[in-house]
């Protein structure tokens, strides 16, 4: 098993969290687990993404992308933000 420790919240906080939990149909460790893997990937993609801006800056980089990849595509990453807050579970073992 894994190392553990403890985190102490507002008990409304727990509550609230315990909520969504199972609303999901899992248990509060694995909730948290998702949601810390789903926010770390949402950090990345933004990171990615202001990589990405930055290149386009570049002289000469949209075209070369174009060229290679068929052009750019103009949906932008914040006008995802309307989407579930995570996606599709991945590890549900640790259902409570």
Known sequence: MADTTT???DTDVHDRLAVLAA???LSLRAYLAELTA???NEAAL???AR???KALERPGFRE???RDFGGLVT???TETRNRPPLGPAAGREDRA
């Open 7 to 9: 985190v102490e919240v």
């Open 46 to 48: 933004a990171r990615a």
């Open 51 to 53: 990589a990405f801006e």
């Open 38 to 40: 789903a926010q770390e």
């Open 64 to 66: 070369g992308f174009a």
């Open 23 to 25: 609303d999901r149909g």
């Open 75 to 77: 949906h932008r990453l």
